[in-house]
């Protein structure tokens, strides 16, 4: 089983693998990254406390915005994940709990859990990477919201050299970003869907799904549930049906 992450990242997805019994090799494709404008980011950081909801998209996003936080945000300011890995990144790094979750994690679900709990013309400030989908702020603004979209960080895509030896010796290849799916083709290479021919793809979600299908792959796994259990229970109800 080949783990495709961003460097340091998806612990909980190779503990459950490895609990349910697979053989786990990890591939950083990505490394996260300082944004482009800093000064922009410790600005908007520093005045978070003014804001009525902060809004968080990604674990990089609030660790940025925890390295960058010296005060804390007092008990006006909400806070809203966009999956089960960030709220509990919010608890980690802020000891501070979402008060909105969305069931789907998505950007464009967060943009509709919080349209229903905010106020019309709440001020929602969310930390995004460089480049990331414009769904969410584009449905908050047509709600009436008001909008910061803030740059906490970038990818760069960085596969290793040796990628199409590890994708080889590999069965399965989990993908939980649209960054993941980029790298992995951009270190394959002209070969890349030869390579990954017979190769078991599991995507942890939509966006990383549409990202694959843009690229050409085919994506046999794709829970109900963007979560890394959610992954692992269809990887292994898959295998459990294809012996």
Request: charged share 20%; glycine share 6%.
């Amino acid at each position: 089983m080949l783990v495709t992450s961003a460097s340091g990242s998806s612990p909980e997805l190779v503990r459950l693998l490895e609990d349910a019994g697979a053989t786990v090799t990890i591939t950083s494709l990505i490394r996260i990254a300082p944004p482009p404008d800093e000064a922009a980011l410790q600005a908007a950081v520093d005045r978070a406390h003014e804001a009525d909801w902060l809004a968080f998209t990604s674990v990089a996003g609030v660790e940025a915005f925890a390295h960058r936080r010296h005060q804390p945000l007092g008990d006006l300011v909400r806070l809203a994940a966009v999956g089960s890995g960030t709220q509990a990144a919010l608890q980690g790094y802020l000891q501070a709990s979402a008060a909105v979750v969305p069931a789907t994690f998505s950007g464009s679900a967060l943009a509709d859990a919080l349209i229903s709990h905010a106020r019309p013309g709440a001020r929602v400030l969310f930390f995004a990477a460089h480049g990331a989908s414009p769904v969410l702020e584009s449905k908050l603004r047509a709600a009436g919201l008001s909008v910061e979209k803030v740059v906490a960080y970038q990818t760069i895509e960085s596969p290793p050299r040796d990628l199409a030896q590890r994708v080889k010796e590999s069965d399965a290849i989990t993908l939980a970003s649209p960054s993941a799916v980029r790298a992995l083709v951009k270190g394959l290479g002209a070969d890349a869907a030869l390579l990954l021919r017979g190769k078991l793809l599991a995507c942890i979600g939509p966006v990383t799904l549409a990202e694959a299908r843009e690229r050409g792959l085919h994506v046999e796994i794709v829970p109900e549930a963007s979560t890394f259990a959610a992954v692992v229970e269809a990887l292994s109800r898959y295998y459990t049906m294809n012996r």
